[in-house]
């Protein structure tokens, strides 16, 4: 229930690019926005993009001009594309959304997958 299935991690090398996905379960009757977080080994978890049920989105500052978030409702499904990696983008990212199931609104998160940027 209110399950997020991420996919689209990797090691990847400075300067490439990596797609990541996010899929939530079947039950998600309403999504009130989907995004991505990552985390970083001694560092706070940080908002990388989020996008919401509208449409509208927003970045953090690292990742503006490089990264696109995008959605499929029919599929429920975010899709983070990131572009021009750069070793600080080595995390683990997670998905986050808000949704009601039917019962209640909810916000749940991903199991994470790791990105590693490689020089």
């Known amino acids: 229930q209110g399950q997020l299935v991420e996919s689209g991690g990797g090691l990847v090398q400075v300067g490439g690019s990596l797609r990541l996905s996010c899929t939530a379960s079947?039950?998600?009757?309403?999504?009130?926005?989907m995004g991505w977080y990552r985390q970083a080994p001694g560092k706070l978890r940080e908002l990388v993009a989020v996008?919401?049920?509208?449409?509208?989105?927003n970045y953090t500052d690292s990742v503006k001009g490089r990264s696109t978030i995008s959605k499929d409702n029919a599929k429920k499904t975010v899709v983070l594309q990131m572009n021009s990696l750069k070793p600080e983008d080595t995390a683990t990212y997670f998905c986050?959304?808000?949704?009601?199931?039917?019962?209640?609104?909810?916000?749940?998160w991903g199991q994470g997958t790791q990105v590693t940027v490689s020089s």
């Open positions: 079947a039950d998600s009757i309403r999504i009130n926005y």
């Open positions: 986050n959304a808000f949704i009601w199931n039917g019962m209640r609104w909810g916000e749940y």
């Open positions: 996008i919401t049920s509208g449409g509208r989105t």
